[in-house]
């Protein structure tokens, strides 16, 4: 068994790249950067860790890939997205149905299964170890 040690350490190379790399694209994104900073740096406990591992990506249509791929399907679509609208016909329908893709993709291949696996595993009543 492991100790419980409160001391999170910094984050990896991998994570500050990815953070870096998304800089300044848009105040929006930035936002988006912050908060998975806080979160991969926030001190959870066993429930907190749950309930954030579910929301990111273990709860279909109620998580943040979920939140990801609506957010690409609406900027795909010339209907929700003016920039788009100057797009020619065809390209803006080859657009439109990438984002739809996206969001079914999203919906039907993104790994929920194993993000809900490790939230029944750190469960403090299901651990046997």
């Known amino acids: 068994m492991?100790?419980?040690d409160a001391v999170v350490p910094p984050l990896d190379e991998e994570i500050e790249g990815l953070l870096d790399d998304l800089d300044g694209i848009h105040a929006g994104v930035d936002l988006i950067r912050a908060g998975f900073?806080?979160?991969?740096?926030a001190a959870l406990d066993r429930e907190r860790t749950q309930t954030v591992l579910a929301a990111l990506g273990g709860s279909e249509g109620a998580d943040v890939m979920s939140l990801l791929a609506a957010t690409i399907q609406r900027l795909t679509s010339y209907d929700a997205n003016p920039a788009l609208r100057g797009l020619g016909d065809d390209t803006a329908k080859d657009v439109r149905r990438i984002g739809e893709a996206v969001a079914f993709d999203t919906a039907t291949s993104f790994p929920r299964d194993l993000v809900s696996e490790a939230c029944a595993r750190?469960?403090?009543y299901a651990d046997r170890s």
């Open 2 to 4: 492991r100790t419980a």
């Open 37 to 41: 900073r806080v979160l991969g740096l």
């Open 122 to 124: 750190i469960d403090p």
